[in-house]
């Protein structure tokens, strides 16, 4: 099997005993830990770079990346976006209806978080389709097309603000447990978790790819990547990525990912945003 040899080839397999699921911690602990993991594994590279994913850890590879930047391939998206932003539903009512903050003043930043409520995690693609189904509007699809380009445009006016996930309660402990040890958990043929890759082999390269740290990893989401030659949502990459190593991927919006992202955003907090993205 070919992705198994150059994985094989990398020492990527085997490697790792890891157990880095500790038994209940205190999410601002693993923030810190998080982060100084990183300062020292690429230290020199700024805070704020980590934006820009792998970008941030190679000069040759982010001079690149800025000259894509001039003329961003996520523009068509963007103008998309802000077409769909701006249409009222048939009813008239429109999207900033649904939402007490605009675009401009940071609705991007303000996802995810804890829906105290409903008990469960919402996510601004689930929160941007309950918005039409609730104006009597025909949600859209969840990973790719309108839903990234409205997700893009929201992102758009919203970049410069700053995560700032929080986790008010011992439910919301719960579901970011639970994305934690998601993150941490191996799976699939190539028994493989997303820490083996983002964590323990940031920086390290994978055919013609060098993984990205996995601090940034939702800044600057929904990306459009080259491969897919459109854009897409942080739930379908979370979806390639679960591909990648021959496991099943889960459906985009569902709680396994609206966990996920809960868990790796916390991670990002105090980060700015700066979506939509541009990848390979
Ligand atoms: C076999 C290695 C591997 C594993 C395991 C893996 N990924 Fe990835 N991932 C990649 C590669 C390769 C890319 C593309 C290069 C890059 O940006 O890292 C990528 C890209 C990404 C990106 C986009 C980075 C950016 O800057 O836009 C995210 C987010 C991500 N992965 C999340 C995950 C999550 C969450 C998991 C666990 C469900 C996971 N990955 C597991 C290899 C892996």
Same mark, same amino acid.
């Not at 941030?56 to 523009?75: G, K, R, T, V």
């Not at 605009?102 to 601004?124: C, F, I, N």
């Not at 699939?188 to 993984?211: E, F, I, P, T, W």
């Given at each position: 099997m ?10 990527l ?16 602990t ?28 190679n000069?040759?590879a ?36 649904? $939402? ?7 609705l ?31 949600? $859209? ?14 992102? $758009?006016q ?10 008010p ?9 639970m ?26 390269k ?26 897409g ?22 709680p ?6 809960? $868990? ?5 907090n ?11």
């Amino acid at each position: 099997m070919k992705i198994k040899k150059w994985l094989a080839s990398l020492g990527l397999i085997g490697l790792f005993a890891v157990s880095s699921v500790s038994a209940k911690t205190d999410p601002e602990t693993d923030r810190k830990s998080f982060v100084d993991y990183f300062k020292n594994r690429h230290s020199g590279v700024e805070m704020s770079a980590y934006m820009n994913g792998a970008y941030a850890l190679n000069q040759a590879a982010y001079d690149e990346w800025l000259s894509i930047e001039e003329f961003p391939p996520y523009e068509l998206a963007l103008g998309e976006g802000e077409d769909i932003w701006n249409t009222p539903f048939a009813n008239g009512k429109t999207y900033q209806d649904c $939402f007490d903050t605009t675009p401009e003043d940071g609705l991007r930043a303000k996802y995810p978080h804890w829906d105290d409520s409903r008990k469960q995690v919402m996510t601004l693609e689930l929160a941007l389709n309950e918005c039409r189904s609730a104006n009597g509007e025909k949600p $859209f699809g969840w990973k790719k097309g309108k839903i990234a380009s409205l997700s893009a445009y929201v992102a $758009f006016q919203g970049r410069g603000h700053a995560i700032q996930v929080s986790i008010p309660n011992g439910d919301a402990l719960a579901a970011y447990e639970m994305g934690k040890e998601f993150y941490y958990t191996k799976r699939g043929q190539l028994a493989m978790s997303c820490a083996d890759c983002h964590v323990y082999n940031s920086g390290n390269k994978v055919r013609a790819d060098m993984l990205s740290p996995a601090l940034g990893h939702t800044t600057h989401f929904p990306v459009y990547r080259s491969k897919w030659g459109a854009m897409g949502t942080m739930h379908r990459r979370y979806g390639g990525c679960n591909e990648q190593v021959r496991a099943r991927s889960f459906k985009a919006q569902g709680p396994e990912y609206r966990n996920l992202e809960y $868990f790796m955003a916390y991670m990002n907090n105090g980060m700015e945003t700066n979506g939509p993205g541009a990848r390979k």
